[in-house]
């Protein structure tokens, strides 16, 4: 059922944000188990709330229909499921499809054999590829606004450089974007020594700042990283040295700093001709209580029969919006077979997650009776 599920998921073109086919046919699959679908439009961006049951105890199922574009150099139809030795190929069948599916199917077999007495509900956008704005973020307004409540919350995401279901993502380091501009003077090459070659001075800058040590990290957090992503002087002569050369990097970093901060602490090294522009994106944040992380281990412990690792490595993802609502964490396949060419997931990986969602479902109201009964 998972293969099938997962098979029909993949063939919808969802490439971000056009994720309405795939939305309406897991609502279709949800309300003919007993949910009450609520689908959220919101500009073009087809979004769904959907819950079983009416308790206020409700454990939330999180992810994302949309998908990158496949581009070229597949095997196979990215848009057609086409198995190879156990593996399942095709765009999204990792990011996240096959969570999707395996949840999906987790939740119909429980609800076959159980009448839980917690709602259990699923939260599912199209825009998460693009950091959307019409995505989750607004979800989660909706919710408050509603007064909805929701226990906990797992992210069906590929997430993690472990195997699958072998680590729970537990937040996410911070993003900042840092642009570099040097100025100097466009002249001959031969006039260098009368005007100062800049590029020099701003490639020996852009070296020293790529390899600024920022902290240690903590318990929680690996250490802050610095990476460049590019070098532009947008010369194609050999006899200029031209006015103009930029770097951009890309500053992932843990909550040992702010934005204010960081921000603050590279100002500080500027030399005079070099400016600096920032963008932000996510802040560094822990999205789970040790108590509801600690259950989640225990069910990947009776699934799996190993204790999983837990930590925040990785990007952001909808865990951001999420985790102003509830405790969230993520739980999926390994993020390194995300977004490629040939894109594939496991049979074993989707048959591990359902078991894992599975037992989450199973003890959820002993969790609940645990934690909420005072
Ligand atoms: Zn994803």
Redesign the pocket.
């Known amino acids: 059922m998972i293969v099938k599920l997962l098979s029909d998921l993949v063939s919808f073109k969802t490439v971000t944000p056009n994720g309405d086919a795939a939305i309406d046919y897991c609502a279709k699959f949800l309300e003919k188990i007993g949910f009450v679908c609520h689908k959220l439009n919101f500009g073009s961006v087809a979004n769904l709330y959907a819950k079983y049951g009416t308790h206020n105890k409700n454990i939330c199922f999180a992810g994302?229909v949309d998908v990158v574009p496949p581009l070229d150099g597949w095997n196979s139809d990215p848009f057609v499921l086409t198995e190879r030795d156990g593996l399942l190929f095709g765009r999204g069948t990792n990011?996240?499809k096959g969570g999707l599916a395996a949840v999906l199917c987790a939740i119909s077999a429980f609800l076959k054999k159980h009448t839980p007495d917690f709602s259990v509900s699923v939260m599912l956008t199209s825009d998460?590829?693009i950091m959307g704005k019409n995505g989750t973020s607004k979800i989660v307004q909706w919710i408050q606004e509603r007064n909805e409540q929701i226990t906990g919350c797992i992210l069906c995401?590929?997430c993690s450089t472990d195997a699958t279901g072998e680590y729970i993502k537990i937040g996410c380091r911070g993003s900042l974007n840092v642009d570099f501009k040097s100025v100097g003077t466009q002249c001959h090459v031969v006039s260098s020594k009368k005007f100062v070659n800049h590029l020099h001075s701003f490639a020996k800058f852009i070296s020293d700042f790529a390899n600024t040590k920022l902290d240690d990290g903590n318990s929680n957090f690996s250490p802050s990283d610095i990476e460049m992503t590019s070098i532009d002087v947008a010369n194609s002569v050999r006899n200029i040295i031209p006015a103009n050369a930029s770097a951009k990097f890309n500053i992932r970093f843990n909550d040992c700093w702010t934005f204010e901060k960081l921000e603050h602490f590279i100002k500080k090294q500027l030399p005079q001709n070099i400016s600096v522009k920032f963008t932000r994106f996510g802040f560094p944040f822990i999205g789970s209580e040790t108590y509801f992380t600690n259950f989640l281990a225990q069910s990947i412990n009776k699934t799996l029969g190993t204790m999983p690792k837990i930590g925040t490595a990785g990007g952001n993802?909808d865990a951001l919006s999420l985790h102003k609502l509830t405790n969230v964490v993520e739980i999926g396949t390994p993020i390194e077979n995300?977004h490629i060419v040939n894109e594939y997931v496991s049979k074993t990986d989707l048959e591990k997650l359902y078991k894992i969602y599975f037992d989450i479902l199973g003890s959820f109201s002993a969790y609940c009776a645990k934690h909420y009964s005072r």
Do not use: N, V
Request: aromatic content about 0%.
């Open positions: 994302h990011d996240m998460e590829e995401e590929s993802s995300a």
